[in-house]
């Protein structure tokens, strides 16, 4: 059976745009594939927290993850930082990784110039990441548009270790949805929406409740020729709530416009808000019932304990390949 895996760093709130880039599309595929799904704690860790409210928000997600339809029967669900030997395993493809290739990520770019003190963490968090994927040897990794690199880069750093070392790691794809690739910050909608932005209006949280999430959409950044079309280069606000609403609904854009015809943007923005309100005031209900349950130690027990096996395994074999250790 093929792999599947995909990871949410624990940074900020738990977006409607991580539900849709990652979680939708591992739920969809969870029947068919061997699934594995992690919190990226360590992630987190590359650029500054608060100890506790990282610590509180890693068990949230976890109950996220299952409110908002990842089977525990059907995935291993684990803490990235319960598993050692992914760090241990990153450090051994740090060093067969050329520093021009890990900074010429768009995100530590990015995020590097936002912060002239940022971490040596920072520029190796994609390696972390190839780790967290090649150990498992996943076939398929779920993800948004903005992490596709990362996931090219996981599998550039595989394919030169085979070919150094001998055939160590099966070549991972990223898994890019269709629609819902890059959902926009509702304020900007030229920008992702973001968990780490200083944009609360602009972003939905999926632990916003049903008012909150009611007034960001009908505040959301539109045009003024009050015509619903997809175009989003020249209506980006526009195209977002479409891209939202396709991809919550299971609907193609097209029917979403067909339905919406004849509607002013007031109209409009009350449709989408009542979708998006809905299916998360419904994942939240789960949510409620999950966290106050005693079932998320035991899932998690039996996630770090496979994750764990077979990293060890990779680990060693990586180790046996390196000439390193007895
Ligand atoms: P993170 O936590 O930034 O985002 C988690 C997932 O959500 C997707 N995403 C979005 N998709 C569509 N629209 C958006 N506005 C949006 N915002 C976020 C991201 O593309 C991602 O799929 N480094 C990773 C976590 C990670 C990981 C991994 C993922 C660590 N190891 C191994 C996959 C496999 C990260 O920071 O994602």
Redesign the pocket.
Same mark, same amino acid.
């Given at each position: 059976m093929k792999k599947i895996?995909?990871?949410?760093?624990p940074t900020g709130d738990f977006?409607l &745009?991580?539900y849709? &880039? @990652?979680i939708k599309q591992m739920v969809k595929m969870q029947d068919e594939y061997d699934s594995y799904i992690f919190v @990226?704690d360590l992630?987190a860790l590359t650029i500054a927290q608060d100890p506790k409210s990282l610590h509180d928000r890693i068990k949230k997600f976890i109950a996220m993850y299952i409110a908002c339809g990842i089977d525990p029967n059907k995935n291993t669900i684990y803490i990235q930082s319960e598993n050692e030997y992914l760090p241990a395993m990153s450090y051994l493809l740090e060093c067969n990784t050329a520093y021009g290739e890990a900074s010429r990520m768009i995100q530590f770019k990015e995020k590097s110039k936002q912060n002239a003190n940022f971490s040596v963490g920072l520029l190796t968090y994609p390696i972390l990441?190839a780790a967290?994927?090649i150990y498992l040897d996943a076939d398929l990794?779920p993800?948004?548009i903005?992490?596709k690199q990362?996931v090219e880069l996981a599998r550039d750093i595989a394919d030169r270790f085979n070919k150094k070392y001998g055939e160590t790691f099966k070549l991972p794809e990223p898994l890019i949805s269709e629609v &819902?690739?890059?959902?926009k910050d509702l304020k900007d909608p030229t920008k992702?929406?973001?968990k780490s932005d200083d944009s609360p209006q602009g972003v939905i949280s999926m632990f916003d409740d049903k008012d909150t999430i009611i007034k960001k959409i009908k505040g959301a950044t539109t045009d003024s020729d009050n015509e619903i079309r997809f175009d989003e280069e020249n209506k980006p606000g526009i195209s977002n709530l479409l891209n939202i609403t396709a991809s919550l609904t299971d609907k193609s854009v097209d029917d979403i416009i067909l339905e919406c015809n004849g509607m002013g943007y007031g109209d409009f923005k009350m449709y989408v808000a009542d979708i998006v309100a809905n299916k998360i005031s419904s994942i939240q209900e789960k949510y409620n019932e999950i966290v106050n349950s005693n079932q998320l130690e035991d899932i998690l027990n039996k996630g770090k304990e496979k994750s764990r096996e077979l990293a060890k395994a990779k680990f060693e074999l990586m180790k046996e390949r390196l000439g390193v250790g007895r």
């Open positions: 895996l995909t990871g949410i760093k977006t &745009g991580n849709i &880039g @990652a @990226a992630h990441m967290d994927i990794v993800v948004g903005d992490q990362h &819902g690739v890059k959902i992702k929406m973001s």
